[in-house]
């Protein structure tokens, strides 16, 4: 397991920390690996949210012991970096964004503020957290991720919307019609 150390905080460092619930959309996506490469930034989890939350669930998305390892193989890779809590700044961070938010979603972010790094996730409460506490803190969402995935990577229409069922009927995803990218989303799904 590879872990990152907080950079002094006049450095912004080029990292972005997925939420549980983007982790777990891109499982169940079946294309976890492009999507990552494709994202321009380190990409990183919280150690509590690996162990906790993806990892029990990880298994129940896939049908063979092969696939529920694609998780490990980008660790392994390097593509993936798993880090936890290393300062008693994000411990107390922890403890005070405990009280308004799950555990998960309070690591993540108590590493994202702390850290300055940017954020990815669908939770409503976690994103407005961030832009409430931190508002020069870049917040993402599944479907901004996948916008880029499929623009930079030029997906054909077709697998573009297998990825999409994949994440609605494997972990329940989908934005929300208040969502930037609702219409994208509705678009790219029913094409075929």
Not at 95 to 102: C, D, G
């Amino acid at each position: 397991m590879t872990t990152v150390r907080a950079n002094p905080s006049n450095v912004i460092p080029n990292f972005l920390i997925l939420d549980a619930c983007c982790v777990l959309n891109f499982l169940a996506s079946d294309r976890l690996t492009s999507i990552l490469t494709a994202i321009p930034q380190s990409i990183v989890i919280a150690e509590y949210v690996y162990t906790e939350e993806v990892l029990p669930i990880q298994a129940n998305l896939f049908g063979t012991a092969e696939q529920s390892n694609v998780l490990q193989t980008q660790i392994n890779s390097g593509v993936l970096i798993i880090t936890a809590l290393n300062s008693g700044v994000e411990e107390n961070t922890l403890v005070n964004l405990a009280a308004s938010m799950h555990d998960g979603e309070a690591n993540t972010c108590a590493i994202a503020l702390c850290r300055r790094w940017d954020i990815a996730s669908d939770d409503h409460k976690v994103l407005a957290v961030i832009r409430r506490l931190a508002p020069h803190i870049r917040v993402v969402t599944t479907p901004e991720l996948l916008k880029h995935w499929a623009d930079s990577t030029q997906v054909s229409a077709d697998q573009l919307s297998t990825v999409l069922k994949n994440i609605q009927q494997r972990a329940n995803y989908w934005p929300g019609q208040k969502h930037v990218l609702y219409s994208w989303w509705q678009t790219a799904i029913n094409r075929k």
